[in-house]
């Protein structure tokens, strides 16, 4: 191979690893532009059309784990599976405690 044909395969090769730099970005941009528009197309009735813009603008700006983080909040959130702060709310069976001051009395006991 000579000098010449060297050179012309080095940058061949370096523009086949720029070109496939270029494809993954736009692959990352497509799957963050899926997830958006799922979130968003499964919320649509609560959010108004500039607010989807809003919306869309703001989520495009997350990385692909933080969209699926929110996908699946926004789904429990829907379905009711999960409920926070209910514990020390609820009065004790004996008449005593709630079960969650209960709980840390007794941890604090045995320590």
Request: a neutral charge; one cysteine or more; aromatic letters at 6%.
């Amino acid at each position: 191979m000579s000098i010449n044909q060297k050179g012309i395969m080095k940058t061949a090769a370096s523009h086949l690893r720029n070109l496939s730099n270029e494809l993954q970005k736009y692959r990352s941009l497509e799957q963050r532009r899926d997830y958006v528009e799922r979130i968003l197309e499964k919320n649509a009735e609560a959010l108004s059309g500039e607010d989807i813009l809003k919306k869309y603008s703001e989520y495009m700006k997350k990385n692909v784990e933080e969209l699926k983080i929110l996908e699946k909040a926004m789904e429990l959130a829907k379905t009711g599976e999960f409920s926070l702060g209910t514990l020390s709310t609820r009065v004790a069976d004996n008449g005593g405690l709630d079960p969650l001051t209960s709980f840390l009395v007794e941890e604090c006991l045995q320590n």
